[in-house]
């Protein structure tokens, strides 16, 4: 069966595992606004899973990230423009249209993962990397060390939402990992305000949410399962506890089939998915680039769960309990995943949730 990091990776994403890291940004200095650094917001320290620290004295101009969900961040907080190349594109069609246009602009270093040649040779300045923490990435011969970083002048950093699964020390419950990794790369990119903002509007978001649902005892929240459509059908890949999802799924008002599992992603049967006839199921589909072909794909995952013997039974699939929401915004860690709460929680909670704005 194919790796299921770099099948979630395909298609520009990095559908790796969140994690509870320790504290993100250790700032040399702090102002009552929260700024790292002095009034400018340098200099800002970052340090990775195992305690590694990078320091910047001022914002990098020439930037690549390692896919599609690195980059789109960047956009996100206003550094799209100092982006020099990515890894993994994301597909045609599929980065927000706000900034859609320049997105597709940017370089493709590697239709996959950059080779360790054209990464290090690349002019960068910083390398903005989503996948696991000294994992095995990096095409042939692997990715570059941390030695061979220094000596080409780039500056290595992760976002630990994704790249530090293996540390998590529980299950995801809500997304603190993913707003302190974007305040994390806004220190770094001089765009500390804006992480600010993109962090408000998330939470103000959520907490619309959160605050409907908290009515609702723990046994009238219906079970939950995500089908990874697009990872094969052959075997099912749950999203554990330490996956972002898990904390998406959690703030809706739901309960992951597999929250127990402690892991970010992990094969199961079909038995269990069975067993523990989930009471809704997320059609796991990524983002095809258009309205047309996303529900063409929806239509396919649910055409198998009532074609496939093992399924067909299933009360969520017999009610025809299904969620389509974006493989993307539920399993990658990024602005979107405050999105994808409210619109599980719409389906799955309509008498309880407002219309959000």
């Not at 990096?138 to 990715?143: N, Y």
């Not at 739901?254 to 006839?277: I, M, T």
Request: contains cysteine; negative net charge; proline residues 5%.
């Amino acid at each position: 069966m194919r790796s299921r990091v770099l099948s979630a990776l395909v298609i520009g994403t990095a559908a790796v595992g969140l994690a509870a890291c320790s504290p993100a940004v250790q700032e040399a200095k702090q102002d009552p606004s929260g700024q790292s650094g002095g009034s400018t917001g340098f200099p800002a320290t970052l340090d990775d899973c195992e305690g590694r620290k990078t320091t910047f004295d001022a914002a990098p101009q020439r930037i690549v990230t390692s896919n599609g969900s690195s980059l789109e961040l960047l956009f996100w907080l206003g550094a799209g423009d100092k982006i020099i190349g990515t890894g993994f594109p994301p597909a045609k069609g599929t980065l927000p249209e706000s900034f859609r246009a320049a997105g597709e602009k940017v370089p493709v270093l590697g239709e996959m993962v950059i080779s360790k040649e054209k990464l290090l040779g690349s002019g960068a300045q910083l390398y903005v990397d989503t996948f696991a923490h000294a994992g095995a990435m990096g095409g042939m011969g692997g990715p570059p060390s941390e030695e061979e970083f220094a000596a080409a002048d780039i500056k290595h950093v992760y976002l630990k939402s994704t790249a530090c699964a293996a540390k998590a020390s529980g299950p995801l419950t809500d997304l603190s990992t993913v707003e302190t990794d974007i305040k994390r790369m806004g220190s770094v990119t001089g765009t500390g305000a804006k992480a600010d903002e993109l962090v408000q509007g998330m939470r103000t978001k959520v907490t619309k949410v959160t605050d409907a649902v908290a009515k609702l005892p723990q046994d009238k929240r219906p079970s939950y399962f995500f089908f990874d459509f697009d990872a094969g059908t052959e075997q099912p890949i749950a999203v554990c506890g330490k996956q972002v999802a898990n904390a998406v799924i959690t703030l809706a008002g739901a309960k992951n089939l597999f929250a127990d599992c402690d892991a970010d992603f992990k094969p199961v049967g079909w038995e269990q998915v069975v067993s523990g006839n989930p009471q809704w199921i997320q059609l796991g589909v990524r983002d095809k680039g258009g309205k047309q072909e996303n529900d063409a794909a929806f239509a396919a995952a649910e055409k198998f769960l009532r074609e496939f013997p093992a399924t067909a039974g299933l009360e969520a699939v017999k009610q025809g309990k299904f969620v389509r929401v974006s493989s993307e915004a539920t399993t990658i860690a990024g602005v979107r995943n405050a999105d994808a709460v409210v619109e599980i929680a719409k389906t799955i909670h309509p008498d309880v949730i407002v219309a959000q704005g």
